[in-house]
C-alpha cells in the first residue's frame, strides 16, 4: 500500500507564490512520483507538470514559465514550485504515484489565488 500526501497550499494574492510538496510513502522500493495536477469546482482533473519516464519535465501550456516541478527520487518526494499565480490557478492539486502498476493519488490541497 502507499501513502501520497500533499502539502502547502493556501491563499495567496495574485502574483505571490507558493510552494507544492508531495511525499508518497509505504514501501521501500519502486514508487514512482509521476507529477502534479489539479481540478478546479466544475471542471475535470487536468495535468499540471509531470516527469517523464525519461526524466524529462512536461508542463500545461497555462502554467510555462511561472511553475517548476522538482523531486528528490531517493525520497520520494516532488515539490511545485508556482510563481506569479493568477485566480485561475485556483484549485485542487493532487499528486499522482505509481507503485507495481497501481495508480495512487493523495487527497489534495487546496490552492486558492485571490484576484
Known amino acids: 500500500q502507499v501513502q501520497v500526501m500533499e502539502s502547502g497550499g493556501g491563499l495567496v494574492q495574485a502574483g505571490g507564490s507558493l510552494r507544492l510538496s508531495c511525499l508518497a510513502s509505504g514501501s521501500t522500493f519502486g514508487i514512482n512520483v509521476r507529477g502534479w495536477y489539479r481540478q478546479a469546482p466544475g471542471k475535470l482533473r487536468e495535468l499540471v507538470a509531470t516527469?517523464?519516464?525519461?526524466?524529462?519535465?512536461n508542463y500545461a501550456d497555462s502554467v510555462k514559465g511561472r511553475f517548476i516541478i522538482s523531486r528528490d527520487v531517493a525520497k520520494n518526494t516532488i515539490w511545485l514550485q508556482m510563481n506569479s499565480l493568477k485566480p485561475e490557478d485556483t484549485a485542487v492539486y493532487y499528486c499522482r504515484s505509481t507503485y507495481s502498476g497501481t495508480e495512487y493519488w493523495g487527497q489534495g490541497t487546496q490552492v486558492t489565488v485571490s484576484s
Open positions: 516527469f517523464r519516464t525519461n526524466g524529462d519535465t
